[in-house]
């Protein structure tokens, strides 16, 4: 029997027989870590700790394994992914003659960490959840294995048509090679057409739950079967998943679409379209004041608005490769005057419009152009979701051309307003994550090594350049370029990913653009996309769900309420109302002749920052009784004392009245 060596990353290599598995190699290797692992990670690929070294590798050098451990992503993606055929099992188990779509683990999705897509005889219901889960922790605890098997593909589709999936069988066909890897749980009826990895045993699952039902139809296509897509979530610890449910209950009373109804700021009308929004005055308000941030900022960084159309003629989304890559996406062609036309789902083949109305010089650029772009998606019905997913939407958009030098300062300049915005708008612990090109050979990248490795390098470098710590994640990039995505957290601990930055070797190239070098000769300019929100409607969204519904006092549709105790006080009330206004501020005044418990309790509840008590008292010595909406009374002062205090608020753009100081705006 020969030898090969393994070893950890960085460590000694140990002799182990080539016979030996993964996990068997791990124990030598250290016991500890072999104990925790779920799957591994050998030259790269992530395999089963079932795996034969001697099946995955024919070189002689020591094999390098990487044990996928809890508590890291690789690790809850395996959880998850195991998960979700454990859920399948006991679908089969229960529910006869079930079929299976596909099942993966989700880990960027807030509400849920996999999901399964299933035909049963009966469709299913709410109520048959728990019963669900029930049979799922009965298989988990029985400690079943996951047994992983390579077959031929004729093999694979006698057993899958046998078991009449002809789903799978349909996936067997389109994807598998000449050999299928496919993964049983012992002792129950669950059989998968799956690459893996998954965890050694169902004993590694502890900490699930089952979360909800929808519709989903196959592959995602209405013209193809409807299915029922169970969603569920899963963790390495229970007291991870109680204190995600507790999260999620609390997400739920902040859920943007609840809040914009009760607080009356936008609607979706199912007789006008589904993900089309309508921004109600209220949430008009908070639009105008996120604009007039918007604009101020880009004034102020050298950018210059531009307008453009909603339409253009087809040809251009021909130019644009539009509809060779992203047709699916967009609204059909409309007719006129024997020409096509077509909506707009990005604005950037627009500002290159202007790029091109006339001869660019190495003396003109930068050129930035920003837009509040509004853009058009088709996005399938099942997807839509409030304002996170719609099919209507208003970019904050802007398109950078610049020389190659001057790369390095527009990157900068691109994070340096993203975490200003991130700072006006209170969001912490941001995240930078660098999306390069991965070393798959199937995937196709636009632009040559030099291109990509030098706008790395540039991305790379304005990031070292501000000391920003990021993430390097290999194979993420957009086929036209490397880009920077920024998450952030929100004030109950979500990451939401809002800005990205990215660079694009492809238009430039596909609209022949063109800048006269101090060399007299033409060259072509550097495109960068960029947007801070992403989007008005999903950041007011967000915003929405990070505030509670309760907005600083600069962003709130309402900010002062003013709140007469007696009828006799209405005409002083009315005064008041007035010089607020006067003074731009957004005011109610209530003289509806209610108990003033009755107007508190209302102004209380579409979370009006300030409240001014009016009574005789007031009325004679001309003052105000300030109430705020989250200390409650903070005295009496004279109307100029309020407006100035008020006015620090919006001038700062405070995000409450302790950092009023605080200059955020600079
Ligand atoms: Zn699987
Ligand atoms: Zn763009």
Redesign the pocket.
Known sequence: MSEINVQLKDGTPVPVPDSATVAEALKRLDRDLAKQALAAKVKGREVDLTAQLDTLSSDNGAIEIEPIIPQTRDGLEVLR??T??LLAAAVLDLFPGAKLGI?PALLDDPRYGFFYDVITPQPLTEADLPVIEKRMKQIASKNLVYRRDEISKPEALRIFSERQEPLKCELIDEKAGDVVSV?YIDDSPFI?F???P?VPNTNKLRAFKLLSLAGAYWKGDASQPQMQRIYGTAFFTQEELDAWLKQREEAEKRDHRRLGRELDLFSIQEEYGQGLIFWHPKGGAIRKEMEDYLREQLVRRGYGLVYTPHIAKRELWYTSGHEENYADSMFSPMEFEGQEFRIKPMNCPFHIGIYKSTQRSYRDLPLRYAELGAVYRAELSGTLHGLARVRGFTQDDAHIFCTSESVHAEILGCIDFAFNMFEVFGFKDIKVELSVRGDDPEAHYLGTDEQWEWAESALVNALNAKGIPYQRIEGEAVFYGPKIDIRVEDAIGRTWQLTTVQFDFNLPERFQLEYIGEDNKPHRPVMIHRALFGSMERFFGVLIEHYAGAFPMWLAPVQVAVLPITDRVNEYAEQVASELRDARFRVEANLRSEKIGAKIRDAQLQKVPFMLVLGDREAEQKTVAVRERSRGDIGTMSLEEFKKMAHGLVETRALNINNQAQEVQQ
């Open positions: 992914h195991s979700a055929h099942g993964y998968d799956c690459l893996g998954h």
